[in-house]
């Protein structure tokens, strides 16, 4: 079965508003990591965040960790229309993904 | 930008042909993945390689072979495909890091197979 678990599954916004979507896990980890695939493209690495850090920026996004919960939440801000994509977190040595968040900003 | 190449990007073939997909890295990476993933599903993990002559299968079973003679190329075969075979094959690569930890993966832009 596979490790992660994002929720929601899809989301639609409009350009400007704020973007967050969360990932669930199964096992411990060393680290946590978010990608992001345009449609029927390879994933693109956004943020890695490691078991002993809670909090992690990069640009506009934000990435958290609650390993109490086994969960990670990462937040865009002020999306762009190019920000649709789906978005998927991924864990252990063998990059586990989950089922992904389709991710549709509309201008 | 991730110097990591996947041919073809496109491939629709007929039921019991072989087929290879090619995958090249020129990061000089270690480890290597090949991944199967459907219209807007999750990825499965269906074969891993750490180096050199080293070959695993992943969590997903699959019919595919792989093989690892060179760093930069990891090569995917299908002996003779099938339909439940279509679907899109990503291969990805990442420097070598501790056992138990993760380096970021380096993605290709996927191989798209159709076998009618």
């Known amino acids: 079965s596979q490790q992660g678990e994002e929720d929601p599954q899809a989301l639609s916004i409009q350009e400007g508003e704020n973007a967050t979507m969360n990932c669930s896990y199964k096992?411990?980890?060393?680290?946590l990591q978010w990608y992001r695939q345009n449609s029927g493209r390879g994933l693109v690495h956004l943020i890695l965040?490691?078991?002993?850090?809670r909090e992690k920026h990069s640009g506009r996004l934000r990435v958290t960790l609650d390993t109490s919960k086994k969960s990670s939440s990462l937040l865009i801000t002020a999306s762009r229309a190019a920000d649709t994509a789906s978005y998927f977190c991924?864990?252990?040595?063998?990059?586990?993904f989950g089922t992904g968040t389709r991710l549709k900003v509309l201008a | 930008e991730a110097d990591i190449y996947q041919t073809p990007r496109y491939l629709v073939i007929g039921t019991g042909k072989k087929i290879t997909l090619e995958c090249s890295q020129t990061?000089?990476?270690?480890?290597m993945y090949w991944y199967q993933q459907d219209p807007g599903m999750e990825l499965h993990l269906i074969h891993y390689?750490?180096?050199?002559?080293?070959?695993e299968k992943g969590d997903l079973s699959s019919e595919s072979t792989v093989s690892r003679i060179r760093t930069e190329h990891f090569p995917l075969t299908l002996e003779s495909a099938r339909p439940s075979h279509t679907s899109q094959y990503l291969c990805?690569?990442?420097?070598?890091?501790?056992?138990?930890?993760?380096?970021?993966?380096?993605f290709g832009s996927g191989t798209q197979l159709s076998v009618l």
């Open positions: 990805a690569s990442s420097p070598r890091g501790a056992t138990t930890t993760n380096e970021k993966l380096f």
């Open positions: 096992t411990s980890i060393n680290n």
């Open positions: 965040i490691r078991s002993n850090e």
């Open positions: 991924a864990t252990g040595v063998k990059y586990i």
């Open positions: 990061m000089g990476h270690d480890k």
């Open positions: 390689s750490y180096g050199v002559n080293s070959t």
